[in-house]
């Protein structure tokens, strides 16, 4: 095949990337870390990209490409989500993993950073298409994953059932039952109570925290309904938040009132979308993003608030669910505009703190009342929002910086710690 003379587009991955690398930047200058050790903190440790071939219904054969990032293991065994969405590619994966070595190092559980992506649109795949797919993913990262390596979790694009069968292809690959190799299992499997909720109830403490009053009446709009959005407007609305609007792919809905959630977690499990629901007027994505509210909830992918957007911006404060939705030309504007921006290692840690708490439970072959484990998520989270909060008003930094600061400070300590073999 002739050489593409076109020039390498800069992809949105490339984008999370440079993001990444910036904020790595910053906390490395604060900090005075050497060239030697940026260098590192900027490198995934071990990168792997796989074809991965899916046999369709009709009996065609296509090549996928998915990928699996082990960004930091120093802390411990690599941690984090695997990724199933056609814009995912090697850049983003990186930038993910990245996140998640600070986002553990913050919230002080004892794991390094990793992702894993396979470019598809797993909506596209009939669930027999989607299981092969799955299981041949994983049997292409089989060297890199394990209990005591690295450990995936749900993120965009999959779910319990994902994780049942990479959790099952691992298991017959080993001869017997491991649980630990990955969580946000099904209950059935080994999987704990409140991991389902689990970022969104992250995302409800930190809003709660950072807002220091009663939510009773404080206006919110969340973008993104999924996983995280959906749930994390359901609690904020639990808690006596005013959700005013809310958006997915389909599109937006507005109510000044306050939506109804449970009510439109109905509506759109029925009918694949938030678009169309009765009690609410239509509204556009960006529309909905620069709404005069008190509390945004990013809950989607990454770049959606941008130097673009963000002058626009009416928002009092950010609250964080996705991982990189602002860009680091939109967090100058923000913080130049007063905006309180709650960073996503910080804001979203709720999943990963209760993936913790799956694997501690399965690594002892025993489990925790939902209790337990809503007053563990509780107690890290604060733990870290106090730390973050305090070293901002300590410094003079952008809680985004603070919170970067430390995950990044514990980080190189433990390797300085180590030592350099051999
Ligand atoms: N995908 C989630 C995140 O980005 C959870 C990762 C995990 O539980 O390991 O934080």
Known sequence: MVPSTTPALITPGRQALDSALHQLDQAAGHLGLDDGLRTMLATPRRSLTVSVPVRREDGRLDVVQGFRVQHNVSRGPAKGGLRFHPGTDIHEVTALAMWMTWKCALVGIPYGGAKGGVAIDPAGLTTRELERMTRRYVNEILPLIGPEKDIPAPDVGTDEQTMAWVMDTYSVNA??????????????????????????????????????????????????????????AQ????????????????????????????????????????????????????????????????????????????????????????????????????????????????????????????????????????????????????????????????????????????????VAEAHQMRGLYP
């Not at 969104?200 to 009446?217: D, F, K, M, N, W």
């Open 175 to 232: 001869g017997y039952s491991v649980p630990g190799v990955v969580t946000g299992k099904p209950m059935t499997l080994g999987g704990s109570l409140g991991r389902n909720g689990a970022t969104s109830r992250g995302v409800q403490i930190a809003a709660l925290a950072a807002l220091g009053r009663s939510p009773e009446g404080v206006t919110v709009a969340v973008q993104g309904f999924g996983k995280v959005g959906a749930l994390a």
């Open 235 to 410: 609690y904020l609305s639990d808690a006596g938040c005013k959700v005013v609007a809310v958006s997915d792919v389909t599109g937006a809905v507005h109510h000044a009132g306050g939506l109804d959630i449970a009510r439109l977690r109905g509506h759109a499990a029925q009918a694949g979308g938030v678009a169309g629901f009765p009690q609410a007027d239509a509204l556009s994505h960006d529309d909905l993003l620069e709404l005069d509210v008190d509390v945004l909830v990013p809950a989607a992918l990454e770049g959606v608030i941008t130097e673009a957007n963000a002058p626009r911006i009416r928002a009092r404060m950010i609250v964080e669910g996705a991982n990189g939705p602002t860009t680091p030309e939109a967090d100058e504007i923000l913080a130049a505009n007063g905006t309180l921006v709650v960073p996503d290692i910080l804001a979203n840690s709720g999943g990963v703190i209760v993936s913790y708490l799956e694997w501690v439970q399965n690594m002892q072959a025993y489990s925790w009342s939902s209790g337990e484990v809503e007053l563990k998520l509780r107690d890290l989270m604060l733990g870290a929002f106090s730390e973050v909060t305090s070293l901002a008003a300590e410094r003079g930094l952008t809680l985004r910086q603070a919170a970067h600061v430390i995950g990044v400070g514990r």
